[in-house]
Nanobody, 124 residues
Framework: QVQLVESGGGLVQAGGSLRLSCTAS????????MGWFRQAPGKEREFVAA????????YYTDSVKGRFTISRDNAKNTMYLQMNSLKPEDTAVYYC?????????????????WGQGTQVTVSS
């Protein structure tokens, strides 16, 4: 089992920044990717960013490229999402997730473990 705990959400004005953190515990050695997803009210959960844990290679959805940066700290078993130039359409609950197998890093249902989510609200 893997436990994931997110933090860092909050309320920010458009154009502002937030940094989300996700700390993993448990059987973390077997993960291949960790990712960030978000879900706005009335919408499906969608992929935001992922990172291949061993190499640090990042992956982003087009709408956040150039604004968000995903990173990880192996020693702290923690993943981050630095979000800059935030827009009202970024408002959502953000979830971190862990995936055991290679491939399909943007597919929601391919992730094995999920955190409880943290709210990000961007006001206009």
């Amino acid at each position: 089992q893997v436990q994931l705990v997110e933090s860092g959400g909050g309320l920010v004005q458009a154009g502002g920044s937030l940094r989300l953190s996700c700390t993993a515990s448990g059987r973390t050695f077997s993960r291949y990717y960790m990712g960030w997803f978000r879900q706005a009210p009335g919408k499906e959960r969608e992929f935001v960013a992922a990172i291949a844990w061993s190499t640090g290679r990042p992956y982003y959805t087009d709408s956040v490229k150039g604004r968000f940066t995903i990173s990880r700290d192996n020693a702290k078993n923690t993943m981050y999402l630095q979000m800059n130039s935030l827009k009202p359409e970024d408002t959502a609950v953000y979830y971190c997730a862990s995936k055991l197998l290679y491939g399909g890093y943007a597919i929601v249902n391919s992730y094995n473990y999920w955190g409880q989510g943290t709210q990000v609200t961007v006001s206009s």
